[in-house]
Nanobody, 125 residues
Framework: QVQLVESGGASVQAGGSLRLSCAAS????????MGWFRQRPGHEREGVAA????????EYAASVRGRFTISQDKPKNAMYLHMNSLKPEDTAIYYC??????????????????WGQGTQVAVSS
């Protein structure tokens, strides 16, 4: 089992920055990758970014590439999402997720087995 706890969500103005954190505990050594997803009002949950635990390789959704950066701190069992140049359309609940298997499709929620409770990000214009 893996437990994930997000933090760092807040209300900010457009153009601002936030850093989301995800603290992982449990059977961390078995993880293949971790990711950030978000669910905007009226939309399905979508992949934002992911990082392969071993290689550090990262993936980003086109809508956030160049503005968001995913990082990991292995000694702390933590993952972060640095969000810059925030836009109102980034408003969503952001979820941390963990994957044991590494199947193709980093942005598919069904490929992740463990989820945090979510943290709210609200960006005003």
């Amino acid at each position: 089992q893996v437990q994930l706890v997000e933090s760092g969500g807040a209300s900010v103005q457009a153009g601002g920055s936030l850093r989301l954190s995800c603290a992982a505990s449990g059977n961390i050594a078995s993880l293949w990758r971790m990711g950030w997803f978000r669910q905007r009002p009226g939309h399905e949950r979508e992949g934002v970014a992911a990082v392969a635990i071993s290689s550090g390789a990262t993936e980003y959704a086109a809508s956030v590439r160049g503005r968001f950066t995913i990082s990991q701190d292995k000694p702390k069992n933590a993952m972060y999402l640095h969000m810059n140049s925030l836009k109102p359309e980034d408003t969503a609940i952001y979820y941390c997720a963990a994957d044991l298997l590494g199947r193709y499709g980093w942005s598919q929620p069904g490929n992740f087995q463990y989820w945090g409770q979510g943290t709210q990000v609200a960006v005003s214009s």
